[in-house]
């Protein structure tokens, strides 16, 4: 039985980043894409996973980014970008009217985030905080998805095993490592679609 819902915020309770990426190249000149594979490329030990460990600041973070960057022949600067990832992460009403209704049937619901100090004024995430009854960052907890330890961290949180929640990504390898550990787990691509796929979900589970 579905006991919990576990969201990711970017991509799903959040327009996604990845979106705003392509955006940015395009008005930057970059080649479309670039920004996403010097992410993956640099690895764990690149500046992003660091990032999201909280290993770096986010000055830091952007002083190693450009370094990244310009070896991939993309000079621009990643403190403009950041400011722009931040400027359009907005929350999806369609999401919040999805959360008061799940919390509405007793399911217990959790985020799961590879997050960031923002470097901003207040907490722009503050609003969404009291929609969860666990609220877990990647730099908050120096673990970031797709490690294994970081979905038992939000699972201990919200007291359910893994086999008892559901987990919506809009990224194929946090969801691949989180299925492994037992949960259900729902690709979002668009918001409206994988509600719909999770409301599949949990009535399957409440009738087996």
């Given at each position: 039985m579905?006991r919990?819902v576990?969201f990711?915020?970017?991509g799903?309770?959040?327009?996604?980043?990845?979106e705003?990426?392509?955006?940015?190249?395009?008005e930057?000149?970059?080649?479309?894409?670039?920004?996403?594979?010097?992410?993956?490329?640099?690895?764990?030990?690149?500046?992003?996973?660091?990032?999201?460990?909280?290993?770096?600041?986010?000055?830091?973070f952007?002083?190693?980014?450009?370094?990244?960057?310009?070896?991939?022949?993309?000079?621009?600067?990643?403190?403009?970008?950041?400011?722009?990832?931040?400027?359009?992460?907005r929350?999806?009403?369609?999401?919040l009217?999805?959360?008061?209704?799940l919390?509405?049937?007793?399911?217990k619901l959790?985020?799961?985030?590879?997050n960031?100090?923002w470097?901003?004024?207040?907490?722009?995430?503050?609003?969404?905080r009291?929609?969860?009854?666990?609220?877990v960052?990647?730099?908050?907890?120096?673990?970031?998805?797709?490690?294994?330890?970081?979905?038992?961290?939000?699972?201990?949180e919200l007291?359910?095993?893994?086999?008892?929640?559901?987990?919506?990504?809009d990224i194929?390898?946090?969801?691949?490592?989180?299925?492994?550990?037992?949960?259900?787990?729902i690709?979002?691509?668009?918001?409206?679609?994988?509600?719909?796929?999770?409301?599949?979900?949990?009535?399957?589970?409440a009738?087996?």
């Amino acid at each position: 039985m579905i006991r919990a819902v576990v969201f990711d915020l970017g991509g799903v309770i959040l327009d996604s980043p990845l979106e705003t990426f392509l955006r940015w190249e395009a008005e930057q000149g970059l080649p479309p894409g670039v920004l996403g594979r010097v992410v993956v490329g640099s690895g764990a030990n690149g500046a992003w996973s660091r990032l999201e460990r909280g290993e770096l600041t986010l000055s830091g973070f952007c002083e190693a980014f450009d370094v990244e960057l310009a070896a991939a022949g993309a000079r621009v600067s990643s403190a403009e970008l950041m400011a722009e990832v931040a400027r359009t992460s907005r929350v999806r009403p369609v999401m919040l009217e999805a959360l008061a209704s799940l919390r509405k049937r007793g399911l217990k619901l959790g985020a799961l985030t590879n997050n960031w100090p923002w470097g901003l004024e207040g907490d722009p995430l503050e609003p969404l905080r009291r929609e969860f009854d666990a609220f877990v960052e990647s730099y908050k907890v120096g673990l970031r998805k797709p490690d294994p330890r970081i979905y038992e961290l939000i699972c201990r949180e919200l007291g359910v095993t893994p086999q008892q929640a559901a987990f919506l990504d809009d990224i194929g390898a946090n969801l691949k490592a989180a299925r492994a550990l037992g949960m259900t787990t729902i690709k979002v691509k668009d918001p409206v679609t994988a509600l719909d796929e999770l409301e599949g979900v949990l009535k399957s589970a409440a009738m087996a």
